[in-house]
């Protein structure tokens, strides 16, 4: 990691898991990358939000991200820092820092992109707020992947925000850990209490593995009832991390904030603290197993789920994702189905693809409408509100954040706008087995 230059072949703005894929990848294919991010650590949503565990990723027993999405699964079990597909903030962080170094990737943290600067429809140079001091940066290509498609809004390229017909977006949770909880008396009392919990949960509880539990549906209603608890929290989910006794809890529910803007999130904020705070008293006073728990932490910013998405050459639909749509240009594939947690006055949506189905995401879908050299990953895919509650997982995110480094880094080695690489080229730099269907 050397020092700042006035330009690079690659800058990706944003480092969560998206933003760090890309970068290695681009990295690890001999191109000068930088990756831009605001907060003094990388990971994003994986550990600033304490998103655990990764989302489904396999079919029929074969794993579809590979590449920088195992080499972070990897570094994180030779730290013990991941059971089954939960792990720890602090071991993704390790992780990913590793990784990036190894690659030979620059980086440059606690700095916040302030300015996207156009020559007609490409971008020639982001403006980073560094230190209190405005740094003009330049690229040949730039990858979004900022959660909130920043560069696009900032650009003013096209994207789109929430429901197509009502403007809602999904719900927003701030994530907290918890120790010192007896998970054996936590199952125990699960099990002889079913019909207080979800009906999809699984009660042959094996101890190595991650374990969920979600409900305590009666506690929840009495205690809102009695005004102890906010009433948008509408049950305690938690899954277990590597030390047992140890909890991750997936619970708070914000409801009616449109977190793309700090003054909206600083309310987010203030009400995902009160909520964990009224969640925590009711485990440690009324629920079996937590009597002698403690809350470890809280999570450094509260988990958004969707906010900006941009329009890319393709829109990926609920459809493809219902229907395991494929594609000659593929570049991604995924088994998650459409997940959106409901706003208010919104019913919350699951609905899981069929046992063995999986479906595509196409290059098209990386490359942002009207701009010469922007790609997008992660979170910031160009998608409609259902797509993207499929396409936002961890998983998925990697995977598109290495088909935008690889895209990248073809794009500048072959010195050809990033629409005229030919997609074969590119499916041979990507690890997902994607040319088993040739
Ligand atoms: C509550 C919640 C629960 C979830 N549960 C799961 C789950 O169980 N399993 C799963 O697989 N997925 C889950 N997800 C989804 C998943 O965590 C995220 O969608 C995914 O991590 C997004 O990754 P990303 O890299 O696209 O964006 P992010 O992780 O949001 O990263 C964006 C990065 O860009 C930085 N940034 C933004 N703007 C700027 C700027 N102007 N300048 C510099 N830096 C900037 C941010 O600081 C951040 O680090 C959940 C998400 C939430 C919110």
Redesign the pocket.
């Known amino acids: 990691m050397n020092e700042l230059k006035t330009k690079y072949d690659v800058i990706v703005?944003?480092?969560?898991?998206?933003?760090?894929?890309a970068a290695v990848k681009a990295a690890r294919e001999g191109v000068s990358v930088l990756l831009?991010?605001?907060?003094g650590f990388?990971?994003?949503?994986?550990?600033?939000?304490m998103?655990?565990?990764?989302?489904k990723?396999s079919v029929n027993g074969e794993t579809l991200v590979r590449g920088v999405f195992e080499d972070i699964e990897i570094e994180m079990r030779n730290r013990n820092g991941m059971i089954d597909n939960g792990f720890y903030a602090s071991a993704f962080r390790a992780a990913s820092f590793n990784l990036l170094k190894n690659a030979d990737c620059n980086l440059l943290l606690h700095?916040?992109?302030?300015k996207v600067n156009r020559i007609g429809n490409t971008i020639d140079s982001l403006t980073?707020l560094i230190n209190g001091i405005e740094y003009v940066i330049r690229a040949n290509v730039f990858i979004d992947?900022?959660?909130?498609a920043?560069l696009l809004y900032?650009g003013n390229f096209p994207f789109a925000k929430g429901d197509e017909k009502t403007g809602k977006l999904q719900a927003?949770?701030?994530?907290f850990r918890m120790i010192n909880i007896d998970i054996k008396v936590v199952t125990e009392y699960a099990k002889a209490n079913k019909d207080n919990f979800f009906d999809w949960m699984e009660y042959n509880f094996d101890f190595k593995k991650i374990i969920s539990i979600a409900g305590y549906f009666k506690q929840v209603k009495k205690a809102i009832s009695e005004g102890r608890l906010q009433e948008d929290v509408q049950y305690i989910f938690f899954?277990t991390l590597p030390e047992s006794g140890e909890g991750s809890f997936?619970t708070s529910n914000i409801l009616g904030v449109d977190a793309s803007t700090s003054y909206n999130l600083t309310q987010a904020e203030l009400l995902g603290r009160k909520q964990v705070e009224q969640v925590v008293k009711l485990l440690q006073s009324e629920i079996p197993g937590f009597e002698n728990s403690i809350l470890l932490e809280t999570a450094v910013?509260?988990?958004?789920?969707e906010t900006r998405r941009a329009i890319g050459d393709y829109i990926v639909t609920g459809d493809d994702i219902k229907s395991g749509h494929k594609f000659d240009d593929a570049v991604a594939r995924a088994v998650?189905g459409i997940d959106i947690?409901g706003q208010k006055d919104e019913e919350s949506r699951m609905e899981h693809l069929p046992e063995g189905q999986y479906y595509e995401i196409p290059v098209r879908a990386l490359i942002v409408k009207e701009a010469e050299n922007l790609l997008v990953?992660?979170?910031?895919?160009s998608s409609t509100r259902e797509g993207h509650s499929a396409l936002?997982?961890?998983?998925?995110?990697?995977a598109t954040?290495e088909a935008c480094g690889a895209l990248a880094a073809l794009s500048v080695k072959q010195n050809k706008p990033v629409r005229k690489i030919n997609y074969c080229d590119l499916q041979n730099l990507i690890s997902h087995n994607l040319k088993k269907k040739a």
């Open positions: 703005a944003g480092a969560g898991i998206a933003g760090i894929s831009i991010e605001h907060y990388v990971g994003g949503m994986s550990t600033a939000g998103v655990s565990p990764f989302m990723h700095s916040e992109i302030l980073v992947t900022t959660g909130d920043q900032l927003l949770t701030l994530f899954t997936n910013q509260v988990g958004v789920r998650y947690h990953a992660g979170r910031c895919i936002r997982i961890q998983p998925t995110s990697s954040g």
